[in-house]
Nanobody, 123 residues
Framework: QVQLVESGGGMVQAGDSLRLSCAAS????????VAWFRQAPGKEREFVAA????????DYADSVKGRFTISRDNAKNTAYLQMNILTPEDTAVYYC????????????????WGRGTQVTVSS
């Protein structure tokens, strides 16, 4: 059974850090690009960061560049999102998604999703 499971969300204050994890099972993880998306109440799901399965190149939304870092440990079938200097604008449900090989920024191109983890940042 293919599964993505996020963890690590929580409630923090502005300026704090969190690390999200995405544990994958049932797929050849190293051959999949992994992405993080987020969705705030009343807003569309938006791209946050992604790392390809081949080259390992990372891409970031402009709003998180310099603050968030996506990484992956293929031996553990796990991807991570280190989030630093969090702001209230980062409050959202964060989703992990995967697709074969290459990174695409549109959520419509991903058919593997986790259930999400809530991140709440207070001012």
């Amino acid at each position: 059974q293919v599964q993505l499971v996020e963890s690590g969300g929580g409630m923090v204050q502005a300026g704090d850090s969190l690390r999200l994890s995405c544990a994958a099972s049932g797929l050849p993880f190293s051959r999949y690009a992994v992405a993080w998306f987020r969705q705030a109440p009343g807003k569309e799901r938006e791209f946050v960061a992604a790392r390809s399965g081949i080259s390992g190149n990372a891409d970031y939304a402009d709003s998180v560049k310099g603050r968030f870092t996506i990484s992956r440990d293929n031996a553990k079938n796990t991807a991570y999102l280190q989030m630093n200097i969090l702001t209230p604008e980062d409050t959202a449900v964060y989703y992990c998604a995967a697709r074969p090989l290459t990174v695409i920024f549109s959520p419509d191109e991903y058919d593997l999703w986790g259930r999400g983890t809530q991140v709440t940042v207070s001012s």
